[in-house]
T-cell receptor
Framework: EAGVAQSPRYKIIEKRQSVAFWCNPI?????LYWYQQILGQGPKLLIQ????????DSQLPKDRFSAERLKGVDSTLKIQPAKLEDSAVYLCASSSDRGHEQYFGPGTRLTVT | GNSVTQMEGPVTLSEEAFLTINCTYTATGYPSLFWYVQYPGEGLQLLLK?????DKGSNKGFEATYRKETTSFHLEKGSVQVSDSAVYFCALSDLGGNEKLTFGTGTRLTIIP
């Protein structure tokens, strides 16, 4: 069974530029999560989807971050415009349903200069 | 709100030494508790979990017991191997809510031969 796929693996951009990350969850998984992991900290949930609906986006900085999960499968996370403090690893995870084990992708490491 | 406090690292041990990584938590209600591991270059993987007080989670020689009276979930292994070198994250999930994971800051473990 294929795991959670993410791309790109690495991205370097200048502040005020835009960037997008892509996540393909495990086939059939209804729940999808985006986490932000700043160096030296544990991952922090940004947004949770159940199929194509948002369950929790309380910690998503909505003035610059957006995410969508069209058709309830793939998801994209966008930052526009980026700030220096957005430098982090962005992790995508999926689970078969709410409350079930989460499987993590390898992450996208973003560096904002 | 929920929080997880984890033993700071890095931790360096010799092969076959005994390992303890401390983890305490603050939560409303009755959370589930987890240990995740991140091997170099890989995504987060669930190592073990416990869903109620006095439960013991175990996997790959690692164990942790859910102690409600001390709000702790310490990770232990009797004899570590070089292959155990990784970053370990303690986490909790409030399954009564939206089951998002709250992580500790992680402990980097290095085992030397």
């Amino acid at each position: 069974e294929a795991g959670v796929a993410q791309s790109p693996r690495y991205k370097i951009i200048e502040k005020r530029q835009s960037v997008a990350f892509w996540c393909n969850p495990i086939s059939g998984h209804a729940t999808l999560y985006w986490y932000q992991q700043i160096l030296g900290q544990g991952p922090k949930l940004l947004i949770q989807f159940q199929n194509n609906g948002v369950v929790d986006d309380s910690q998503l900085p909505k003035d610059r971050f957006s995410a969508e999960r069209l058709k309830g499968v793939d998801s994209t996370l966008k930052i526009q415009p980026a700030k220096l403090e957005d430098s982090a690893v962005y992790l995508c995870a999926s689970s078969s349903d709410r409350g079930h084990e989460q499987y993590f992708g390898p992450g996208t490491r973003l560096t904002v200069t | 709100g929920n929080s997880v406090t984890q033993m700071e690292g890095p931790v360096t041990l010799s092969e076959e030494a005994f390992l303890t990584i401390n983890c305490t938590y603050t939560a409303t209600g009755y959370p589930s508790l987890f240990w995740y591991v991140q091997y170099p270059g890989e995504g987060l993987q669930l190592l073990l979990k416990a869903t109620k007080a006095d439960d013991k989670g175990s996997n790959k020689g690692f164990e942790a017991t859910y102690r409600k009276e001390t709000t702790s979930f310490h990770l232990e292994k009797g004899s570590v191997q070089v292959s155990d070198s990784a970053v370990y994250f303690c986490a909790l999930s409030d399954l009564g809510g939206n089951e998002k994971l709250t992580f500790g800051t992680g402990t980097r473990l290095t085992i030397i031969p």
